[in-house]
């Protein structure tokens, strides 16, 4: 047996004998607070959002929001956590609170708390001007009460000098340590070290790694998994490192996909064209490439951008690791190289990046959604604009996310132009024999495929953009 700690709200909450399959929300109702809903199980409306004390910048703490029905409740033992009913003192709401109230920006009121805490988070952000529209991005209304609720976070003004959230974060976050239990005959870990990891996975190779949770806590959710053994990364320090070396980006494969977005704005255009079509910041708060990979799913988001930028990743084991080219990583429907006992340590980018780099998702939505067909695309042009190097990657047409091999050969050595990608396009008809489903047919997918490159150059002009 073992017991499961949190600080809720500025007071202690433990659960002994917790399932490890048990999530953040589903502990925080059972004890209660249930101003935290649940919408739809797996991160889409919002309605579960929590917010987590999490470390900011020099020493300094911030408020991260992220949806409680995709945290593991032991993934964050040891850490801070508010809800909604933590947010007023005594009969004075918080200044949120107060804001939605005046504006009429709650209707049926099931979304409301779950806008709040994402609104809270986005009122103490550091450096904010204004509303940032991401900050809500991941919050569904189904009463359709946006404009009151946009008109009630405009307002927000900066928070008081006296405020008593603001002066919480002048304090270090709770640091995330060694913790694991067994309940029954189901195992929980959370190493610190990826050496003890690794030590696990070699001892226990069918241990369910988890990362954000964004694909394996809604596999619990929804599909019932249940594992005899389950590792969180949230604590393995060498998991989260952005580092910038003389011939490449080296990714931890633990990186919040947030903390791309802040870390590499301007350095790598390609990022910041994908991070914004990745779901919501909810989401990305706690998703990392690592775990996008992993999944191998033919429509994931990241694996066309990474196979364009021609990435490869390492691979570690007990006693050592390897590194494999991100082309030869998937080898299946949701398959990857990886060996027993092993986990994704790191994403390497070689540098330099390309002169031109695009990536197109083709969905339903603009955002927020599954992608039919996806497109990336990384070009090197030398100074007499000729093409040197092409990568043409796509997902949602082939089993496995894929690059278009004979498309690139017909692009290198040729002058960067309409014919050379109309002699491009000509070597994509029939690469590749999408199917068909809900999303698209099979007919449709094999004609994005051109026509994605067709954008590509409409979009650059022939520019070294």
């Not at 209660?32 to 919002?46: F, N, R, S």
């Not at 009913?85 to 009429?104: F, M, S, T, Y």
């Not at 008593?164 to 195992?187: C, I, K, S, T, W």
């Amino acid at each position: 047996m073992g017991g499961v700690t949190l600080r809720v709200n500025g007071r202690e909450l433990r659960a002994e004998g917790l399932d490890p399959h048990t999530t953040l929300l589903h502990l925080l109702r059972d004890r209660g607070l249930t101003g935290t809903k649940e919408g739809c199980a797996e991160g889409e409306c919002g309605a579960c959002a929590v917010v987590l004390v999490r470390p900011g910048e020099d020493g300094r703490a911030r408020y991260e929001p992220v949806n409680s029905c995709l945290v593991l409740a032991a993934s964050v033992h040891g850490q801070e956590v508010w809800t909604v009913e933590g947010l007023a003192d005594a009969e004075r709401l918080h200044p949120v609170q107060e804001a939605l109230v005046r504006e009429g920006g709650s209707q049926c009121g099931y979304c409301t708390p779950g806008f709040v805490m994402s609104l809270f988070a986005e009122y103490y952000r550091e450096g904010r001007e204004g509303l940032d529209p991401e900050s809500i991005g991941g919050n569904l209304c189904r009463c359709t009460g946006y404009r009151p609720i946009r008109d009630a976070a405009r307002a927000l003004g900066p928070p008081e000098a006296t405020d008593r959230f603001l002066a919480r974060l002048e304090r270090p976050a709770p640091a995330v340590e060694r913790f694991g239990y067994q309940v029954d005959a189901r195992r929980f870990h959370r190493p610190a070290a990826l050496a003890e990891a690794l030590e696990i996975l070699a001892d226990e190779p069918e241990t369910r790694l988890v990362a954000g949770g964004t694909d394996v806590v809604v596999a619990i959710n929804q599909a019932h998994e249940r594992y005899a053994s389950i590792l969180s990364l949230e604590g393995i320090e060498e998991l989260r490192r952005l580092e910038r070396a003389d011939g490449h980006l080296a990714i931890g494969a633990g990186v919040p996909l947030s903390r791309l977005e802040d870390e590499l704005r301007g350095e790598l255009p390609i990022f910041e064209q994908l991070l914004p079509l990745f779901s919501s910041r909810l989401i990305r708060n706690r998703a990392t490439l690592g775990g996008n990979l992993v999944n191998a799913s033919p429509i994931g988001d990241s694996p066309p951008v990474l196979l364009a930028l021609d990435a490869e990743v390492v691979l570690a084991r007990r006693g050592g690791e390897r590194v494999v080219p991100l082309d030869r990583f998937f080898t299946g429907y949701r398959r990857t190289a990886l060996e027993p006992g092993e986990l994704l340590r790191e994403i390497r980018i070689p540098r330099p990046f390309p002169t031109i780099s695009r990536f197109y998702k083709v969905s339903k939505r603009v955002l927020d959604d599954i992608s039919t067909v996806a497109g990336a695309f990384a070009v090197t042009l030398d100074d007499a604009r000729r093409v040197t190097k092409a990568r043409l990657a796509y997902g949602g047409v082939a089993a496995t996310p894929v690059r278009a091999h004979a498309a690139e050969a017909a692009l290198v050595g040729k002058p960067w132009s309409p014919q050379a990608v109309g002699e491009a396009q000509v070597a994509l008809d029939g690469a590749f024999t999408p199917l068909g489903d809900h999303r698209g047919s099979a007919e449709y997918r094999a004609a994005m495929v051109g026509r994605l490159l067709d954008k590509l150059w409409a979009d650059c002009q022939g520019a070294a953009a």
